[in-house]
């Protein structure tokens, strides 16, 4: 049977014959997605300015190595202050042969703590990944390290995982594995045509344990808020992080081609964060989407959250809270090509660019493709 959850993103891995790879060793697949937007007004904790930009394009390149390996390089490109700012996002090696379900991956890569962070931007519903995510993660944390993961032999998809990375994607630091994680997701169908996924997350930052970023954090984020730009670094940090999500999501037999329904949220909960942070002292978020697919081509979604986060200054730190209510109307031409109307609206207290903004984006692609996940 051909169900709903393999077709909705955990395909099952097929190795390529030793000869197939060697023909398409000097031959990767090459992505690109263009990500383009115009933006009505600034908006607090934003990664996109007021006005016309470049989002987050992607140029991409994979292919297999030979029968056990395969890579990924990405290189990222978006505007900012009229600069175009151009980063590596993946520079990475997976195994693709390993016993027992195991499965190794080296160098620069997402990590998979929680629900949207282990997926390209260009995949999300939404124009901006949600508030707690850009405040605690950057919108999307990447880092260089090594991860281990075991899909377990049982009835339903049940995965843990490790990772253990330098951490300059989160902090400045001196210790050798600045960052690690730990994640466990299980998923299954409830029928043909309804299917879910849970997950749980922790990360470790080690580099915060003298609290001196905390206190330099303070007038960086007095910066960001000027420009109205948050940078791809969190901007509030703790040394333990953890996360939890939920997602359901609904197709006709299964069939998501013409009709999907997807119910997703996801708790963030961060705390000692600093030298200076009683024990009441955390950062705390959450949000819930619903996104309908109710033509082909055509899908429509609100997303609704909430982070309440602690500013330091000096030795005592200032309360800050955004509430954020996101409606969106998307338009699919195909796989490969997306319009997005939205409108957001933002309540705060503490974020000077905190405003309501309408937000008109594209994202295009072209070249190879590959499945996105549940």
Known sequence: MYNLYTRTGFAVLTLL?????????????????????????HTALSHREKGIGLGH????????IDDLFEGRLTAALESHEGETEVGLEEAF???????????????????????LNGRHLHEDDFVERPAAYRALLGSHYFDDGLRLNLLLPTPVYWQIGAEAFNGNGLSEGDEDIGVYTINTRIG??????????????????????????????????EEHEEHGHGGHGAEYLG?????????????????????????????LY???LGEHASSDDRHEGWYASAVYQFAPQWSVGVRHGQVELKEAHGDHFDDQNLEETDVMLGWSRSHFSTVRLQYTHQE??????????????????????GAHGF
Request: aromatic fraction near 10%; charged fraction near 20%; charge should be negative.
């Open 93 to 115: 090696l997976q195994t693709t042969g390993m016993p027992y379900n195991l499965s190794v991956r080296g160098g620069r890569f997402f990590s998979q703590v929680g629900y």
């Open 270 to 272: 961060a705390d000692e």
């Open 188 to 221: 299954s169908d409830i029928s043909t045509s309804q299917s879910w996924q849970a997950g749980l997350s922790y990360l470790r930052n080690r580099q915060l344990h003298d609290g001196e970023h905390e206190e330099e954090h303070g007038g960086e984020h």
């Open 57 to 64: 394009s992607e140029l991409s390149l994979s292919a297999p």
């Open 17 to 41: 014959p030793l000869s197939m790879a060697q023909a398409n060793e000097m031959n990767p697949d090459v992505s690109v997605v263009l990500d383009g937007f115009y933006k009505q007004n």
């Open 348 to 369: 705060a207290d503490g974020f000077e660019k905190a405003d309501n903004t309408v937000m008109l984006q594209y994202v295009m692609s072209f070249g190879a493709h």
């Open 239 to 267: 040394e333990n992080l953890y996360m939890a999500d939920l997602v359901w999501k609904w197709a006709p037999d299964g069939n998501n081609r013409s009709q999907q329904l997807t119910l997703s949220g996801e708790y």
